[in-house]
């Protein structure tokens, strides 16, 4: 499951889910979350909540992308952002021409520092000049987060997969797509069979017994 954050076409900015192929958007607040902006919502936003959020777009309209205009995922980062220096042959280069002392040497450690970013602009953005302050602007600068699964338990893990899975194989079915009721129960049960039994507590265990398909570990 991907989120961005976009401005509605009544101009209001809100986190929202993108679907799998990537042409539609379901703002937060549509399903009732009022968070703000998508760090407000990133603490909440764990597998299980994104596991219920699958289940909640499956029965909404989406916008369409190209109803609404993309934002930076997070537009204002509370904290500083970590920036990775020096870390192409070219800037190494650039560098020495204005401090050979401090860049002439070759550093076997990397070079970190940290920005202040008032606001990140988006793909295409418009980015204010400054005439008051400065003559020119220089550099162009690329924030991107990466989330590894290090940091995801195991039980976190089967969620991800299950989010993932139940987009592509249940809500992105695509207008053409005419399956029955019981082809359309066998898929969510097939879904639901990727978690642990023991987080499956909202569904009877008799339910389970009959329809929840076994594991080859249990088979």
């Known amino acids: ?47 299980q909540v994104r596991a219920g959020l699958q289940l909640a777009i499956a029965g909404i309209p ?13 537009p204002c980062p509370a904290q500083d952002v970590v920036c990775l220096g020096i870390n192409y042959m070219a800037h190494s280069d650039e560098a020495e021409k204005y401090s050979a002392d401090a860049f002439a040497t070759k550093h076997q450690d990397a070079i970190y520092f940290s920005k202040r970013v008032s606001r990140a602009v988006p793909d295409g953005g418009f980015i204010e000049a400054h005439t008051d302050l400065v003559q020119k602007l220089d550099y162009e600068c690329e924030l991107a987060v990466i989330l590894g699964e290090a940091a995801l338990s ?40 990727m978690l642990p039994r023991s987080e499956l507590k909202r569904i009877r265990d008799d339910m ?12």
């Open 1 to 47: 499951m991907r989120f961005i954050t976009c401005r509605l076409p009544d101009g209001v900015e809100d986190p929202a889910i993108l679907s799998a192929d990537g042409r539609q958007v379901w703002p937060l607040s549509w399903l009732g979350l009022s968070y703000e902006t998508l760090s407000d919502a990133i603490p909440f936003l764990t597998p």
């Open 62 to 74: 989406a916008l369409l992308i190209d109803a609404v205009q993309l934002q930076s995922p997070i």
């Open 154 to 193: 195991d039980v976190d893990k089967q969620y991800a997969a299950f989010a993932d899975a139940f987009e592509k194989e249940y809500v992105s079915q695509g207008y053409q797509t005419n399956r029955s009721i019981e082809e359309t129960l066998d898929i969510g049960w097939k879904l639901l069979s």
């Open 208 to 219: 389970l017994d009959q329809y929840l398909p076994k594991k080859e570990e249990e088979a």
